[in-house]
């Protein structure tokens, strides 16, 4: 299985910040990776598929990049609404692996 | 409108199977490119994928699961079925259903999800 790994487990941010979330593949995936948002108890939402392309919907102020083993994802301009748990997904082979999630917490 | 909702048993007890029911609306199982898959979540745990089946009804599933789990799919119901035998506790999580697209291979629309326990 292709292990998917996080950085930073958790991060305090302001309204207004710009924020990154890294995740690692254990092996190449090329741009196979996707970036979801969860809100408690509240199901996964799709921000970013691809890598870099932006789910129809989703503001602009969200954006992806990488490929290989090493993608952020990156948001320009933290929101109220922002604060939640991040995780990336590797599409790349089977079985689909995610990664443990990153809490964005309000500072 | 896409949606898509579990149903099933939200207590189980330890060994026996769990049947859920995944019915979807607003896309077709018979389209080329679809998929139907589920996915479970512990509390306060990651993600974890448990199968999914596509429109040419190629099925898979997760290594470490795959000898408990069958998934099919009514195409004329719009349904997907999951079942997952010999229940354990540790398999107490909220089961989510999802629709992937196999050319962005990614999860784009998700089931509000249902909270299954396992316990005696």
């Known amino acids: 299985d292709i292990q998917m790994t996080q950085s930073p487990f958790s991060v305090s941010a302001s309204v207004g910040d710009r924020v990154t979330i890294t995740c690692r593949a254990s092996?190449?995936?090329?741009?196979?990776l996707a970036w979801y948002q969860q809100k408690p108890g509240k199901a996964p939402k799709l921000l970013i598929y691809?890598?870099?392309s932006l789910q129809s919907g989703v503001p602009s102020r969200f954006s992806g990049s990488g490929s290989g083993t090493e993608f952020t994802l990156t948001i320009s301009s933290l929101q109220p609404e922002d604060f939640a748990t991040y995780f990336c997904?590797?599409?790349?082979?089977?079985?689909?692996?995610f990664g443990q999630g990153t809490k964005l917490e309000i500072k | 409108q896409i949606t898509l909702k579990e149903s099933g048993p939200t207590l189980v007890k330890p060994t026996q199977t769990l049947t859920l029911t995944c019915t979807f609306s607003?896309?077709?199982?018979?389209?080329?490119?679809?998929?139907v898959g589920w996915l479970r979540q512990p509390p306060g745990k990651a993600l974890e994928w448990l199968a999914l089946?596509?429109?040419?009804?190629?099925?898979r599933y997760s290594p470490s699961l795959k000898s408990r789990l069958t998934i099919t799919k009514d195409t004329s119901k719009n349904q997907v079925v999951l079942t997952m035998t010999n229940m354990d506790p540790v398999d107490t999580a909220t089961y989510y259903c999802?629709?992937?697209?196999?050319?962005?291979?990614?999860?784009?629309?998700w089931g509000q999800g249902t909270l299954v326990t396992v316990s005696s």
């Open positions: 999802t629709r992937e697209i196999y050319s962005r291979s990614s999860f784009d629309y």
């Open positions: 607003g896309f077709s199982l018979s389209t080329s490119d679809v998929g």
């Open positions: 089946i596509y429109w040419d009804d190629d099925k």
């Open positions: 092996q190449g995936i090329s741009s196979w």
């Open positions: 691809a890598a870099s």
């Open positions: 997904q590797q599409a790349h082979t089977f079985p689909r692996t």
